[in-house]
């Protein structure tokens, strides 16, 4: 089987406005101005890449996915939503403690939250989720354009050290025995991404 490029933007909580104003931790949090700006930085990579529009478009299931999708791709297209990619509850460090903020905002200790995504290489959930990832990637029609969580891909093939928050990466997908290649597209110029 002939690889087929897929590509996929990283929009990860890095991007996204956790607090407000006064500090509070937001549910479900808003894209930053900050985020918006290194998005709208790749945007012209990816239509390049792909002068038709892409076959398809997929993306998490949190607002700033959804904020993130006219920046990256300002066409209008239909989109398929799952949380594969992405959710609207994330992790955060609170007082030295690992936390999941859920949407409405209610912060749980992290070992509390028992969600469908692995924490480690060793969590025995990973070989579920890896095989829900990997059948949905290589079902993907080519030129098709995936807005998801760094962590996706971890899950993927990708080391934990090779993905940044903000980036446009180019993957080649083979058939289900081949590995997944990466290649980084474009991405902030500083590797940082922080919420403004």
Not at 165 to 171: E, K, T
Request: with cysteine; hydrophobic share 40%.
């Amino acid at each position: 089987m002939a690889a087929r490029t897929l590509y996929y933007v990283t929009v990860g909580t890095g991007l996204a406005q956790t607090v407000d104003a006064k500090g509070a931790i937001l549910g479900d949090p808003k894209l930053s101005p900050h985020g918006s700006r290194l998005l709208a930085g790749i945007a012209p990579r990816l239509a390049d890449a792909l002068p038709n529009g892409p076959a398809q478009v997929h993306c998490g299931s949190a607002r700033r996915f959804f904020q993130a999708l006219p920046i990256v791709l300002p066409h209008p297209t239909e989109t398929f939503i799952s949380p594969l990619w992405g959710e609207s509850a994330y992790e955060k460090r609170i007082n030295g403690r690992e936390c999941v903020v859920l949407d409405d905002g209610t912060v749980i200790a992290r070992d509390h939250y028992y969600d469908h995504l692995p924490k480690t290489e060793r969590d025995p959930k990973m070989e579920l989720w890896h095989t829900s990832t990997f059948d949905s990637v290589f079902n993907l029609p080519a030129d098709s354009v995936i807005l998801g969580e760094k962590r996706t891909l971890f899950i993927l093939g990708l080391s934990f050290l090779g993905y940044r928050s903000g980036a446009l990466y180019h993957l080649s997908v083979g058939s289900v025995v081949d590995p997944i290649r990466f290649r980084l597209m474009a991405a902030p110029p500083s590797g940082k991404c922080q919420a403004a």
